[in-house]
C-alpha cells in the first residue's frame, strides 16, 4: 500500500477504522482480495510477482498492511519480497510485538518498507529504517511512504478528512471512498524530496494517483465492532483510459481485477467492491 490512514478509538461505534490506497504499475500481475485457496485463514490480495501482499486479514483476526520506504538509495535489487512479510506474520503464533522483534533482526536484508499490524484495537508501527516497535497511541494516523505521522500534503489532507468522516454516525463508506479519490495535487514547494524527481514527486502527490503505467490499484475500507466483527471491502481500479493510450499499457494477467461488468473500459474506468466479513474474533470489552 501507498496511503493508509486510520483511527483508534475515535468512533464511538467501531475502535478500529482503516481506509487505504494501493499504488502500483498497472502492468504488475495481482489477484483480488480472496481468501487463498492454498491457506483459507488468509484474506487477502496477491502480488503475482512477488507472491506476497500489501494487506491482509487472518481468520483469527491478526491484520496487518506494508507500504514501502520511498528512498533510491535504499533499494536492493536482490532482496527478497517485502509481500512476503504479511503472510508471515498473519500465520505466526507468536504476538506482535515479538514477531517484530525477531523480523528486526533481518531488517537489512529488505529494501526500506513500514509494517502495522495489529488485533483488535491494539496496533504495531515497525519500520526497517527506525529499527523500533511502537504501539500506536489513540487518535488518527497516517502513514504513506516515509514514517508514521510525517506530514506530507497527502498525509496531512487525508488524516483530516478521515476524522471527520469518522467521527460521524453512521459511518459513511462512500465517503471514504472518495476521500480515498481525491486526486488534488499540492503546490511544488510542499513536496517532499525522495530522490525521485519533481515531475514524479508531483504524480506520487495525491491521495489517488492516476497517471500513464502508474497509479491506485485498489482502495481498502475496514472497520472493526466493539463485539470484534471485522468488515473489509476492496474497490479495485482500472486505469484511467485517457492516461493509458496503448491497449498493451493495460493490465492483461489480471481480469479478475477488471472485470466486464457492463461499462466499456475505452470510455471510462472500472471498479468493483469485493465486501467480506470475519466474525467473532474478541469478546465484547464492556461486557
Known amino acids: 500500500m501507498c496511503l493508509i490512514l486510520f483511527g483508534i478509538e475515535i468512533s464511538k461505534d467501531f475502535p478500529f477504522i482503516l481506509a487505504a490506497n494501493r499504488d502500483e504499475f498497472y502492468n504488475r500481475p495481482t489477484l483480488a482480495m480472496d481468501f487463498w485457496p492454498d491457506n483459507p485463514e488468509i484474506l487477502a ?71 502495522l499490524a495489529g488485533e483488535g484495537n491494539t496496533i504495531f508501527w515497525y519500520s526497517n529504517q527506525q529499527r523500533c516497535v511502537t504501539q500506536v497511541p489513540k487518535g488518527v494516523h497516517g502513514l504513506s511512504n516515509h514514517f508514521l505521522n510525517t506530514p506530507w500534503p497527502k498525509i496531512t489532507r487525508g488524516k483530516k478528512g478521515f476524522k471527520t468522516i469518522a467521527q460521524k454516525r453512521p459511518l459513511d463508506h462512500s465517503a471514504l471512498f472518495e476521500l480515498l479519490s481525491d486526486r488534488t495535487r499540492p503546490r511544488d514547494n510542499q513536496l517532499p524530496d525522495t530522490g525521485v524527481g519533481l515531475e514524479w514527486e508531483q504524480r506520487l502527490s495525491p491521495l489517488f494517483i492516476s497517471s500513464p503505467g502508474y497509479g491506485t490499484r485498489s482502495s481498502t475500507l475496514m472497520k472493526i465492532s466493539r463485539t470484534g466483527k471485522i468488515w473489509v471491502t476492496e474497490r479495485t481500479h482500472s486505469p484511467d483510459p485517457k492516461n493509458e493510450p496503448d491497449p498493451k499499457n493495460r493490465p492483461g494477467p489480471e481480469k479478475k481485477i477488471f472485470p466486464k461488468n457492463g461499462t466499456d473500459p475505452d470510455k471510462k474506468p472500472i471498479s468493483q467492491d469485493r465486501v467480506f466479513t470475519i466474525s467473532p474474533l474478541f469478546p465484547d470489552p464492556t461486557t
Not at 510485538?97 to 528486526?104: A, G, I, K, N
Open 45 to 115: 490480495g496477491k502480488d503475482l510477482e512477488g507472491q506476497g501482499t500489501w494487506f491482509g486479514i487472518s481468520t483469527r483476526g491478526r491484520f496487518a498492511a506494508l507500504t514501502n520506504y520511498r528512498d533510491l538509495s535504499q533499494i536492493k535489487p536482490q532482496a527478497p519480497s517485502r509481500g512476503e512479510i504479511i503472510p508471515s506474520l498473519l500465520e505466526s503464533s507468536e504476538s506482535i510485538p515479538s514477531y517484530l522483534t525477531e523480523l528486526d533482526k533481518k531488517a537489512d536484508l529488505y529494501s526500506g518498507f513500514n509494517l
